[in-house]
């Protein structure tokens, strides 16, 4: 299997550049902070709405926006296309599921690795967890004879 | 009359303003948008769970996303280190501007000159809360990045109802969570 960055000497500096605004962005609108994803889901503050609805927008934009001008990425030359999930029960049962963890903790993975940044070392316990979560149930479905399709490429 | 009763309620739907979560939305859009620019990858925050896994497990579930671990952990580093940007400029207050606002939860501690952040959730919440997102998300294929934005960006049904999903089972349960009295 070949590493997707092997390329371009620039992929992996961009990657990294895009992670930094990403993560500035957590930070900056405090979604680093569990106190206030919470405040969102008791429906003291909206805020967030504002976060994950405008950074939808930026990123809508230029997912269409591109294709009239590029067919293809200039670091990859991969083809800008949608690479659409598909809509299953894992859908649903796997987002009811975060969705608990979710409401328990107020954090989520990009704003985890974010409230590292700002200095919040708790996190960790946080961010531990997912890691467990994640083998567990990588585990599970990899023991389990499971005749599903292999799993998109998620994020 | 309206007007007024207008702005009275969005100051209570909003009581610190929008400007720093639109501004902070922008940029985690930008992020996002760098990346696809270049790549034409929409990035998640979530599968480096799972692809950084793949470094110490030899379980296929893991491997096939061995081709993208590397990447995905210069992303996240990125991540790291773009709130450490924030925490070493506007929130350790060498840097200021009016979309910008301070903090009004957790606790501040103060070490070599920079201001850092940390959480008053307690960490059993913390763990547990993030054994469930490691599960939920990886069945789930995406958190609050690659559906949230990246899949309502692409308007992807999967990731409206993957959305709509996490939304209202979280809203629920943070609900609970406080009518039970536990308390941050």
């Not at chain 1, 200095?119 to 479905?141: D, E, K, P, S």
């Not at chain 2, 739907?13 to 996002?32: C, D, R």
């Not at chain 2, 993030?130 to 294929?141: A, D, E, M, P, Y």
């Amino acid at each position: 299997m070949s590493a997707e960055h092997e390329q371009h000497p620039l992929f992996l500096p961009l990657v990294f550049v895009g992670g930094l605004i990403f993560g500035f962005g957590l930070g900056f609108s405090h979604m680093a902070q569990p106190e206030v994803v919470l405040n969102f889901l008791q429906f003291d503050d909206f805020g967030l709405l504002f976060v994950m609805f405008g950074a939808a927008a930026v990123t809508g934009i230029t997912f269409f926006g591109i294709k009239q001008f590029r067919s293809t990425a200039p670091l990859t030359g991969a083809v800008y296309g949608r690479r659409l999930k598909t809509l299953d029960k894992n859908v649903v049962v796997g987002g009811g599921i975060f969705g608990v963890g979710w409401g328990l903790s107020g954090i989520c993975p990009g704003a985890a690795y974010a409230s590292l940044g700002v200095g919040n070392i708790t996190i960790l316990y946080g961010i531990a967890g997912m890691f467990v979560g994640a083998y567990l149930q990588g585990y599970w479905r990899s023991t389990s004879a499971e005749s599903d399709a292999p799993a998109a490429a998620a994020d | 009359m309206s007007l007024s009763l207008l702005a009275l309620a969005f100051g209570d739907l909003f009581p610190n303003g929008i400007e720093h979560y639109a501004l902070g939305g922008l940029f985690v859009g930008l992020g996002v948008a760098v990346i696809y620019l270049g790549t034409a990858i929409p990035a998640g925050a979530s599968t480096f769970l799972e692809s950084t896994l793949s470094y110490a497990s030899s379980l296929s579930r893991f491997q096939q996303y061995h081709p993208s671990r590397d990447w995905r952990v210069v992303f996240t580093l990125g991540i790291v280190a773009g709130a450490f940007v924030y925490a070493a400029t506007f929130q350790s207050g060498f840097v200021s501007s009016s979309l910008h606002q301070p903090a009004t939860t957790g606790e501040f501690l103060e070490v070599g000159g920079l201001t850092l952040w940390l959480t008053e959730v307690q960490p059993w919440r913390l763990f547990l809360g993030g054994v469930l997102i490691g599960i939920g998300t990886r069945l789930g294929k995406g958190c609050t990045s690659g559906h949230g934005v990246c899949g309502v960006g692409s308007a992807s049904g999967a990731s409206f109802v993957g959305v709509a999903t996490f939304l209202l089972i979280a809203i629920g349960v943070a609900q609970l969570v406080a009518a039970l009295g536990v308390s941050l």
